[in-house]
């Protein structure tokens, strides 16, 4: 199938005092439109900064960044963001949050259309009746649902999420995770997501991307074919531990402690 964001040969180094830091090199991904990709590495293999590249908050050195046919080399408005800690406007309420990127990106969209727009969506999360509570009124998952809300209001070419379930006990993280793949079929965005957790990758990927560990580049890609409605269950299944397993293995490889013992 075609691909919509397609990473081609990318490479990045920071600037640092001690010289350059090379932290990409050579990644590729390719992800059809409305797929969802999950990208696990190693800790500090350059995750994060492959997000700033898709975003276009940063360009690559070489290589690039194609989104629908075109190179991204400035920020962009049409992409959706969520991360580990969600932003919210304290002094605003979780609707008014939602609502923000449409401010931005379609200002002229009358009031009451964007209020549908957020409403429609904080229902589908399971927030009805929590639009004028504050984000302080909100437990940590319910403003990570939120958050999910703000990042595709304004349906974005592209969601990358950094972590966004990373600090959520078990049991919140598997809700969200069913909530995402609900919204998923509501709206088929294309998705990239950063994850440190495995079970996460499966059960919400179409595909699993491994980095090698710093300077990264693509080591695997794992194509998940378990059904798209999937529930949690199907993790138990030995299709999924099975993939599991490699996935582990794959992450040995890329800290470069294939044939340890742990
Ligand atoms: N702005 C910066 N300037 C210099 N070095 C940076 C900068 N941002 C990140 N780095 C370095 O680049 C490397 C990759 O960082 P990055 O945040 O992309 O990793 P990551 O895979 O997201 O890590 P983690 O899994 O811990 O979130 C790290 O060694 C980090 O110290
Ligand atoms: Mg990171």
């Given at each position: ?14 600037k ?16 059809p ?18 997000t700033?590249l ?26 959706g ?21 449409l ?58 999420m ?18 995402m ?42 194509d998940?074919?378990?059904?798209a ?12 531990v ?21």
């Amino acid at each position: 199938m075609k691909s919509f964001l397609d990473i081609k040969g990318v490479h990045h180094a920071y600037k640092t005092r001690n010289g350059p830091l090379p932290v990409l090199e050579g990644l590729d991904l390719e992800v059809p439109k409305g797929e969802f990709c999950a990208v696990v590495g190693p800790s500090g293999c350059g995750k994060s900064t492959l997000t700033r590249l898709v975003s276009g908050l940063m360009r690559p050195d070489r290589g690039a960044v194609v989104l629908d046919g075109q190179e991204v080399s400035s920020p962009r408005k049409t992409v959706g963001m969520a991360f580990q800690n969600p932003v919210m406007l304290e002094w605003r309420s979780i609707i008014e949050n939602v609502i923000l990127p449409l401010e931005i990106v379609a200002p002229r969209m009358p009031r009451a259309e964007r209020e549908a727009r957020a409403e429609e969506l904080l229902s589908m999360v399971g927030l009805k009746g929590f639009e004028n509570k504050r984000p302080s009124e909100l437990s940590g998952g319910m403003r990570q649902r939120a958050s999910l809300c703000r990042a595709i209001v304004h349906r974005p070419d592209v969601l990358i999420m950094d972590e966004p379930f990373g600090a959520l006990d078990n049991f919140t993280r598997e809700d969200l995770w069913q909530t995402m793949r609900d919204l998923r079929a509501a709206e088929p965005f294309t998705c990239v997501l950063i994850t440190h957790d495995l079970r996460e990758s499966v059960f919400l990927g179409d595909q699993v991307v491994v980095l090698t560990g710093r300077p990264a580049k693509t080591q695997y890609v794992l194509d998940v074919d378990l059904p798209a409605d999937r529930t949690i269950d199907v993790l138990y299944e030995p299709k999924a531990v099975e993939m599991l397993h490699l996935l582990r293995d794959q992450i040995r490889i890329a800290q470069g402690r294939d044939g340890e013992m742990h």
